[in-house]
């Protein structure tokens, strides 16, 4: 068994897509293809198992061949949500959580965070933007025993992902390539990625 054999992947399409004018992100084309389809497809080879979290569409998001795991409630009450979406039903003792919207993020994610997550419960990706170092929030790794402390988080009304980092355990991990975490919130950052 490797160490990826212990890490579920699940890609967060549970969004309200409010930027994309109310439509379901993870359905969109490029390339032909379902953004869902780029991420699960990218995030196959890098964990031993598949997740979806969706809260629209569930049936067509089914059609993958995943597990489909809507938040708890229906208030889509973001990332975090999704999470705990992901983290009650996972097996292994890793959730690796990529957004759907990024399709061209490192073929190295998953193991780059586990090299580097050591002892803490979180470890995050980072890059650099105008020499920056800034981290993609939703492209995280972590213990399946973050689970309680999120739900704690949340239900003391709780909801951005960065206050709950403050308050776990993380490590960040600065990945060299921005470009690979450019994400389409609007239909024109979509055109902009243009073919694969």
């Known amino acids: 068994m490797t160490a990826r054999d212990d890490v579920t992947g699940l890609v967060l399409a549970g969004g309200r897509g ?10 969109q084309m ?4 379902p953004l869902v389809q780029h991420a699960l497809h990218r995030l196959a080879p890098q964990v031993g198992a598949l997740m979806i979290n969706a809260n629209r569409n569930l049936e067509t998001y089914a059609r993958f061949g995943f597990p489909v795991r809507p938040d708890a409630d229906a208030d889509f009450a973001g990332p975090l949500a999704g999470f705990v979406a992901g983290l009650a039903h996972c097996a292994t003792d890793w959730l690796v959580t990529v957004p759907c919207d990024t399709p061209r993020f490192p073929l190295d994610l998953v193991d780059r965070l586990l090299a580097s997550v050591g002892s803490a419960t979180v470890a995050v990706a980072c890059s650099l933007e105008d020499g920056v170092q800034r981290r993609q929030p939703v492209f995280c ?16 009304g709780g909801r951005k992902i960065d206050g709950w980092f403050k308050q776990a355990h993380c490590v960040d991990v600065l990945f060299d390539h921005a470009d690979a975490f450019f994400n389409a919130n609007t239909i024109e950052e979509l055109r902009r990625l243009g073919p694969a």
Request: no cysteine; aromatic share 4%; hydrophobic share 40%.
């Open 18 to 27: 409010s930027r994309m004018g109310g439509v379901d992100k993870g359905l």
């Open 141 to 156: 790794l972590m213990r399946r025993t973050a689970h309680a402390d999120i739900v704690t988080y949340l239900a003391g």
């Open 30 to 33: 490029l390339d032909g293809t």
